[in-house]
Nanobody, 115 residues
């Protein structure tokens, strides 16, 4: 069983920055991928950024050049540095991990960008 807990969300003005953190616990040694997704009101959940087990990173076009995903040295932590935030980045952000054959999700954390 894998448990994911996000932190670091909040309210920020447009152009500002936030750093999201995800702490993982449980059997994560065989994780095949991890990343961040987000869901805005009345929209489908969408990919923000992912890291594959081999280290390949993928970003959604909408966040390229502004967001940076990274893993902590302890490997049970993951971060999303968000710069130059826009009102359209407002959403609930979810930490995601794929372990063996299962998807795991955090509870989500609100990010609100005011104009």
């Amino acid at each position: 069983q894998v448990r994911l807990v996000e932190s670091g969300g909040g309210l920020v003005q447009a152009g500002g920055s936030l750093r999201l953190s995800c702490a993982a616990s449980g059997s994560i040694f065989s994780a095949n991928g991890m990343g961040w997704y987000r869901q805005a009101p009345e929209k489908q959940r969408e990919l923000v950024a992912t890291i594959a087990s081999g280290g390949t990173i993928h970003y959604a076009d909408s966040v390229k050049g502004r967001f940076t995903i990274s893993r902590g040295n302890a490997k049970n932590t993951m971060y999303l540095q968000m710069n130059s935030l826009k009102p359209e980045d407002t959403a609930v952000y979810y930490c995601w991990m794929f372990v063996q054959i299962s998807n795991y999700w955090g509870q989500g954390i609100q990010v609100t960008v005011s104009s």
